[in-house]
């Protein structure tokens, strides 16, 4: 299945988060904007939702650190206890610097882990890349054609009217 | 770029006068019940009596509560240059706009100074068991009979711990800190009168050469006040514990001072961007903190030697148990309350929460020196009573006129700071 989408090429910071700003306020759904640099304050103009990967980061934490004081007091209090420099079988102080490491462990690998499963990204994924320039010096907005819709003369003066340098079609194979 | 002029009106300043006024009322209170309970005490602690010289007198816990005031409010003091140090070191440009609150915060620094000099002058032997002579005689008068009072261990570290040597310390900190403070505010209002980018790189090599001092008289300074209290005992790592709660201290007062003065009407281009930048400041140095404690207290619980660990049985079992519960509140209040509160970035952008996380970060290291001075000095005679709460009201009000009077010494904004139009447009 293919879906159609057209691309408007911008290479002025300022005038694509206007554009975008514009573009949104007229009612088209933007699809994506691909620039070369991460853009202060696109988030923003754009409408992105902020991530949700500080709690997924927060309780991949706390898990780790429940594991480490799990495991700890498990191994050296009850399966194996033994006593270590006179202190008791279960010395919080002594388990601290291990929780410690394994709840940043675990919240760094959780994160990592979940932001590959939720933006699908591995080693077969294919990227759709709409125009090269986006990883040189130009900033594309993708914008998707609805079904149906054969005439793009209103998109194309839409992004045209917003300092756009170009306006190309592009068919991508889902 | 518009300047902005803080005006202190008479209904503040009379505020803050009415503060050091309650400060003097309770110290007052506090002094005559310590003074009238005297002899009842010695009574009840007889044993004590008859084995120290040192009997608790209240002049012995003003003195304690002079010090522990001083150390704590000249830290804060010192790390407004610090901090003013540190950004133009890192060239950093988000903090242009509140850099003039750390800046003032050094105009403490004088009165710091001659406090702690007449505290140490004043109550020395009260403070410090090392500044008494009878410790540093191996024999008595007479030349062959042995001095029962005799303490090898202190003796060993006279050439480092002695009144003279001690004093020129103390001198020499405070008149390379004034300094190095009044050269930076000098460039830094310089630059507000006449511009240009010469202030700025002049600035950048005398906030250098600060670090290099600051980071050997903060490590210095903290044996020195702090930790040859407890002359016996020594923790490599306390030239660092103190920095780091004398840092998050200071951090939370700047913080403070910049939702106060936002709330207030003034700062106007600061925005939740720079109190997110703060935040996490405060934060991640709240961490910093717990991280050095922890240091210092797992390697001396771990290895359990006595002359290690006794600092730690002064403040959990020992003094009978006097210490304990501020033990853990200073961990609760200072760790675990910051670390939970502030964890969102919600939370560091939202006034009130910041408001409230800094005041108890305040409280919580106030706590900390507390817990560090008191049970080597008063033991089970310190409290928190009128005597503590009056100092710290008469402390934070003299703070506060001098820092509000620095801050309204020139505008909020330093409008010829090079990167002024960077923190403008700050944004996380």
Request: with cysteine; net charge neutral; glycine share 8%.
């Amino acid at each position: 299945m293919t879906k159609k989408f057209v691309l408007g090429i911008y290479d002025d910071e300022d005038v694509l988060l206007q554009a975008i700003e514009n573009v949104r306020a007229a009612g088209t759904k933007i699809y994506e904007v691909f620039s070369p640099y991460p853009i202060h304050g696109i988030d923003d103009v754009l409408g992105v939702k902020r991530s949700r990967l500080p709690i997924v980061a927060f309780f991949c934490g706390l898990f780790g650190m429940s594991f480490a004081l799990w495991m700890q007091i498990w191994m050296l209090g009850f399966d194996w206890p033994m006593i270590i420099g006179g202190k008791p079988h279960i010395a919080l102080p002594a388990f601290i610097p291990v929780t410690f490491e394994l709840t940043v462990l675990c919240s760094a690998f959780g994160m990592v882990i979940t932001f590959f499963i939720v933006t699908k990204l591995k080693p077969s994924f294919k990227v759709n890349v709409f125009d090269k320039r986006s990883t040189d010096d130009k900033y594309v907005m993708a914008i998707e054609v609805k079904e149906g819709v054969t005439d793009i003369s209103a998109l194309n003066n839409l992004l045209r009217s917003n300092g756009a340098i170009e306006v190309n079609e592009k068919e991508v194979i889902k | 770029m518009t300047e902005e002029r803080l005006i202190i009106s008479r209904k503040t300043n009379n505020k803050f006068f009415l503060m050091i006024a309650i400060g003097v009322v309770l110290l007052i209170a506090g002094i005559i019940i310590a003074a009238m309970s005297g002899g009842h005490q010695a009574e009840g602690h007889g044993e004590a009596a008859a084995a120290g010289h040192e009997a608790a007198h209240w002049t012995k816990r003003l003195y304690m509560n002079l010090w522990l005031n001083n150390v704590y409010f000249t830290g804060i003091a010192l790390v407004g240059v610090f901090f003013v140090a540190v950004q133009y070191v890192a060239y950093a440009g988000w903090s242009v706009l509140i850099k003039r609150i750390p800046e003032a915060m050094g105009y403490y620094l004088p009165i710091g100074g001659a406090v702690m000099l007449i505290t140490f002058l004043l109550g020395g032997h009260d403070i410090f068991h090392w500044t008494h002579d009878y410790l540093y005689n191996q024999f008595l008068e007479d030349g062959v009979t042995p001095n029962p009072q005799y303490d090898p261990i202190i003796a060993g570290k006279a050439p480092y711990l002695n009144f003279w040597f001690f004093l020129i310390r103390m001198v020499a900190y405070f008149v390379l800190w004034i300094l190095f403070f009044n050269w930076l505010r000098r460039n830094s209002i310089n630059e507000d009168l006449h511009g240009g980018t010469d202030y700025y790189h002049k600035s950048i090599r005398i906030s250098a050469m600060f670090l290099v001092v600051f980071g050997v008289t903060s490590s210095t300074s903290a044996w020195d006040w702090v930790l040859s209290i407890d002359t016996h005992w020594f923790s490599t790592m306390f030239g660092w514990y103190v920095f780091a709660s004398w840092w998050v201290s200071g951090l939370a007062v700047i913080t403070l001072a910049v939702i106060i003065l936002k709330q207030n009407g003034y700062l106007k281009m600061v925005n939740a961007n720079h109190l997110h930048d703060l935040g996490k400041f405060v934060f991640a140095f709240s961490i910093f903190w717990t991280y050095i404690w922890f240091s210092q207290f797992m390697l001396i619980w771990y290895a359990n030697i006595p002359e290690e660990s006794i600092y730690f049985i002064e403040r959990l079992g020992g003094n009978g148990g006097h210490f304990k519960w501020i033990f853990f509140v200073n961990l609760l209040i200072n760790f675990a309350f910051p670390f939970l509160v502030l964890m969102t970035r919600d939370a560091k952008r939202q006034m009130i929460m910041l408001k409230i996380v800094t005041i108890a970060i305040l409280i919580g290291h106030w706590l900390d020196f507390y817990l560090m001075m008191m049970p080597g000095t008063l033991r089970t005679d310190a409290g928190i009573g009128f005597i503590e709460i009056g100092t710290t009201l008469i402390f934070l009000g003299v703070f506060l006129i001098t820092f509000t009077k620095g801050l309204a010494k020139a505008s909020l904004v330093p409008v010829n700071h090079p990167f002024v139009e960077e923190s403008v447009h700050h944004h996380v």
